[in-house]
């Protein structure tokens, strides 16, 4: 019999993924993991919506990640703006002045979760869109998708993402403006009106 030598990171095959949660929710959430933009900045919106399962029942134990660029389509490069009980070491929330563009937010019992941040700038040939991660129960590998916002129909038409998708499909990426700066986007997860998924190589 060979042995493997497992000191070669070379040799060590990756760990296969579990399913997440529900213990999850006890150590990832903290104070504020919604609020992305700046206190009273001009260019926050509010995004909000539910997590459905495949039979449309709403997930109260999701996770949803997001990542987005400034208005200016820079992507952040500031360390972070969480602060610290310097006592406890506790979570106080964010500090109200950097934007990192990174925010992450727990489904509530219905489902629902809402974020505020900064409407997003294009980069390159895209389309403006924030990343979306999304961890679930029942999910072996966390899912990709993008929130794309509506206005820039011409800028939507041209995405090369969203060009290759038919109609129906590419609804699921673009978020409903509700007024005031809010926009809805609903996940779900399989079944009829499945969000669309990325997959990264």
């Given amino acids: 019999m060979t042995k493997i030598d497992t000191?070669?990171?070379?040799?060590?095959?990756?760990?296969p993924s579990h399913t997440v949660g529900p213990f999850y929710g006890y150590a990832l959430p903290f104070?504020?993991?919604?609020?992305?933009?700046?206190?009273?900045?001009?260019?926050?919106?509010?995004?909000?919506?539910?997590?459905?399962?495949?039979?449309?029942?709403?997930?109260?134990d999701a996770f949803v990640e997001l990542w987005g660029?400034?208005?200016?389509?820079?992507?952040?490069?500031?360390?972070?703006?969480i602060r610290r009980d310097p006592s406890t070491g506790g979570y106080l929330g964010r500090n109200g002045v950097e934007f990192?563009?990174?925010?992450?937010?727990?489904t509530d019992a219905n489902g629902h979760w809402y974020a505020?941040?900064?409407?997003?700038?294009?980069?390159?040939?895209?389309?403006?869109?924030?990343?979306?991660?999304?961890f679930a129960r029942g999910l072996l590998v966390h899912l990709f998708t993008r929130i794309y916002l509506p206005g820039d129909e011409a800028a939507l038409a041209a995405d090369p993402l969203l060009a290759r998708l038919d109609g129906e499909r590419r609804g699921t990426l673009i978020a409903a403006a509700e007024g005031n700066g809010t926009y809805r986007f609903d996940i779900r997860l399989q079944g009829e009106g499945e969000t669309v998924f990325l997959e990264f190589r």
């Fill in 31 to 60: 104070p504020g993991g919604g609020d992305i933009a700046p206190l009273g900045h001009p260019d926050t919106i509010t995004l909000q919506g539910y997590i459905h399962d495949g039979e449309g029942n709403p997930l109260p």
């Fill in 100 to 106: 990192t563009g990174w925010g992450r937010v727990q």
């Fill in 7 to 15: 000191s070669i990171p070379a040799n060590v095959l990756p760990t």
């Fill in 116 to 134: 505020r941040t900064l409407r997003p700038g294009a980069r390159g040939q895209s389309a403006p869109y924030i990343s979306v991660c999304v």
């Fill in 69 to 81: 660029p400034d208005p200016d389509g820079n992507l952040p490069t500031t360390d972070g703006s």
